[in-house]
């Protein structure tokens, strides 16, 4: 007897033991945020979750599951990393942090928000967009959103630029951002873009995105051109 029972493999237990459909859904439940992750906000840590209304206890918890076992912590991984909204605010340069992921979980990443907004007299120009962290994101994605901010009004401030110089600024530092994305990013990807139908960056973002995108409204963007409940 004792034979023939070792021949009956023995059944999973604990997550392994349930269907992967739920058990997906089991990570979604912990590491899925409705908001994207701000990385200007994130200071690194690999077992952090990135919340301020999290405390670290709770940050433990949601992320436990990543120690599992090697099978589950991928699992795990492929939604925390392909689920999730991160976003880059090129004005803050938190495309750093990007760095600080391991390279196998930047490539897991499949949804990504870009923020660019004017940012005064200093535009960063030309603009320092790291070769070996943003292309192999930009053509692994599913769903790619851009939130630019023209400048809406005219500074205050002694010698301040007039508005029309403002916006030669601007759409000079938008353009070669507008147009890396559109070099690296796959044709798979959908893309969405919030600009408010501002007229100089729409027109804009239209010659510099021509295999197409999408007019959406965010959060985002909802702040920014104060729009809804931060009218």
């Known amino acids: 007897m004792r034979g023939i029972q070792s021949l009956h493999p023995t059944r999973p237990t604990g997550l392994l033991g349930i269907p992967l459909e739920i058990r997906l ?3 979604r439940y912990f590491l899925i ?12 840590h690999p077992n952090q979750w990135p919340s301020k209304d999290d405390n670290p ?11 599992i076992s090697r099978q589950l912590s991928e699992e795990a991984l492929n939604v925390l990393y392909g689920e999730n909204v991160f976003e880059v605010a090129l004005h803050w ?3 750093s942090i990007l760095s600080q992921f391991a390279p196998a979980n930047r490539q897991r990443i499949r949804r990504l928000q870009i923020l660019a907004r004017p940012t005064g007299v200093f535009y960063g120009s030309p603009l320092n967009l790291n070769p070996h962290i943003l292309p192999p994101i930009l053509a692994s994605l599913t769903r790619l959103y851009i939130v ?3 400048p809406l009004e005219v ?3 002694d010698n301040a630029p007039r508005l029309e110089q403002e916006m030669h600024k601007w759409l000079a530092w938008l353009k070669p951002v507008l147009e ?8 798979r990807a959908t893309i969405e873009v919030d600009d408010n139908d501002m007229e100089e960056t729409s027109e804009l973002v239209k010659r510099c995105l021509p295999n197409g995108y999408r007019k959406v409204r965010t959060l985002a963007g909802d702040m920014w051109f104060m729009r809804g409940m931060f009218s």
Request: hydrophobic share 35%; glycine share 2%.
């Open 180 to 187: 890396y994305v559109n070099q690296y990013v796959s044709s």
């Open 57 to 67: 206890l709770n940050a433990k918890r949601r992320t436990v599951v990543l120690l």
């Open 93 to 95: 340069g938190s495309q």
């Open 25 to 27: 859904e089991i990570y």
């Open 155 to 157: 500074r205050t401030f």
């Open 33 to 44: 945020r409705q908001e994207p992750i701000k990385l200007q906000f994130l200071t690194f």
């Open 148 to 150: 630019p901010q023209q």
